[in-house]
């Protein structure tokens, strides 16, 4: 299959907002993952200061990605990861998605958030403990058509407990980074 970079997630607002929030929670040090790196933005950028391995479903934003020198895994989620993680990052397809609306291209897989919109964050919820480190914490960005009650309880019922670390408004929605770690 040959390289299509418009089957690419291009930057946008939510891909800065989880980088700016990334930026104040990375240590030195830290084994961080990015779930869904689209175009390796974030993982190229927090490579300077830690290891970084990224994964996506997507072959041409696994392609993009290692073209920027980011460690890729291609698959779903945690497909093909081993290692547990400090950091995990993920900016999931969040928006609310009706069948008829779909588009069945790569492209889709970064957007399509089903029906809710939290499709693939529920199971991203239900798989993470297996990468997640003892002490590890989780970036997650959603937006508030997502509906912020609802993921914060997903999370909840995989025994993991959420707080807002950043939010920003744009076009009739606002934007929210989540910070996940461990129940206590």
């Not at 830690?50 to 945690?78: S, Y």
Request: hydrophobic fraction near 40%; charged fraction near 25%; include cysteine.
């Amino acid at each position: 299959m040959p390289y299509d970079p418009s089957q690419v997630y291009s930057p946008e607002a939510d891909t800065y907002l989880l980088l700016e929030a990334a930026r104040l929670e990375v240590r030195p040090g830290d084994r961080v993952l990015e779930v869904g790196t689209g175009c390796g933005l974030i993982a190229s950028e927090l490579a300077g200061i830690t290891g970084v391995v990224a994964t996506d479903i997507n072959p041409h934003a696994a392609l993009c990605a290692r073209k920027r020198g980011v460690d890729v895994v291609q698959g779903d989620l945690f497909c093909g990861i081993r290692s547990s993680f400090d950091l995990i990052l993920f900016n999931p397809p969040y928006l609310p998605t009706q069948p008829e609306e779909r588009i069945d291209d790569w492209l889709e897989h970064a957007l399509d958030g089903g029906k809710t919109g939290r499709v693939v964050i529920g199971r991203f919820a239900e798989q993470v403990d297996r990468v997640l480190a003892q002490e590890g914490r989780i970036l997650l960005l959603i937006s508030s058509l997502t509906g912020l009650p609802e993921v914060r309880d997903l999370f909840f019922q995989a025994g993991l407990i959420s707080e807002i670390v950043l939010r920003k408004k744009i076009e009739g929605e606002i934007l929210y980074v989540l910070k996940i770690v461990r129940q206590k």
